[in-house]
């Protein structure tokens, strides 16, 4: 079964500075995608950023960006020139359709902070 | 504004009572499931639909029931409350899984539901 580990449960960051949050995965699948998804308190899950699986490139949005190791089964968060605003919960999920089931399996998730 | 909407956003039930949560969406989204979060597991997926008149069983069903008799709904029905089924529940919809372009899912903004 596809399982998705973020090992970090918090991560603290100064504003203006750059963290990176972890996510691995293991699957057997050679074609899927894989999320990260920001919550903050307002419980409102927002997409970040997806990869996907063939595309060797890493995905890039405004001051996200992802290092996608397919091989190793890594998938990290890095948030450029952190802002008040990116304090939240950040869950890595994958995408499967294994076993004829669509579904996202998600990480226990990574509660950000940032510092003033 | 398009997207996905749940109602009601705060639930408070007993044990034993019946209810639905609703969910509809405007994006003629294919794919439509629900997932529950609860402190530390992240999200789980219970049901999930690939369309209308179909359904299918998510990771943690028992106690949950769904039917998709349109495209724009899907509610799931609580059978008989439970004290565990305490949690956070989303809806999320997305485009047909075979089509890859910008392929992500939208989620609601979620139910707290409370069982006593």
């Known amino acids: 079964a596809q399982t998705v580990t973020q090992s970090q449960p918090e991560m603290s960051v100064q504003e203006a500075e750059t963290v990176t949050l972890s996510c691995t995965y293991d699957t057997s699948e050679s074609d899927y995608y894989l999320f990260w998804y920001k919550q903050p308190p307002s419980r409102q899950m927002i997409l970040v950023i997806r990869q996907e699986a063939y595309k060797q490139q890493n995905a890039t949005e405004n001051r996200f960006s992802v290092n996608f190791q397919k091989a190793a089964k890594s998938f990290s968060l890095k948030i450029s020139d952190s802002q008040l605003g990116d304090a939240a919960m950040y869950f890595c999920?994958?995408?499967?359709?294994?076993?004829?089931?669509?579904?996202?399996?998600f990480g226990k998730g990574t509660k950000l902070t940032v510092n003033p | 504004n398009a997207g996905v909407t749940q109602t009601p956003k705060f639930q408070v039930l007993k044990t034993g009572q019946s209810m639905t949560l609703q969910c509809a969406q405007d994006m003629n989204h294919e794919y439509m499931s629900w997932y529950r979060q609860d402190p530390g597991m992240g999200l789980r997926l219970i049901h999930y639909?690939?369309?209308?008149?179909?359904?299918d069983q998510g990771e943690v069903p028992n106690g949950y029931n769904v039917s998709r008799s349109t495209t724009e709904d899907f509610p799931l029905r609580l059978l008989s409350a439970a004290p565990s089924q305490t949690s956070v529940y989303f809806c999320?919809?997305?485009?047909?899984?075979?089509?890859?372009?910008?392929?992500?899912?939208?989620f609601g903004s979620g139910t707290r539901l409370t069982v006593v």
């Open positions: 999920a994958y995408r499967t359709t294994q076993g004829g089931s669509e579904k996202l399996v």
């Open positions: 999320a919809s997305a485009r047909d899984q075979f089509l890859t372009t910008n392929y992500g899912y939208t």
């Open positions: 639909s690939v369309g209308a008149g179909i359904t």
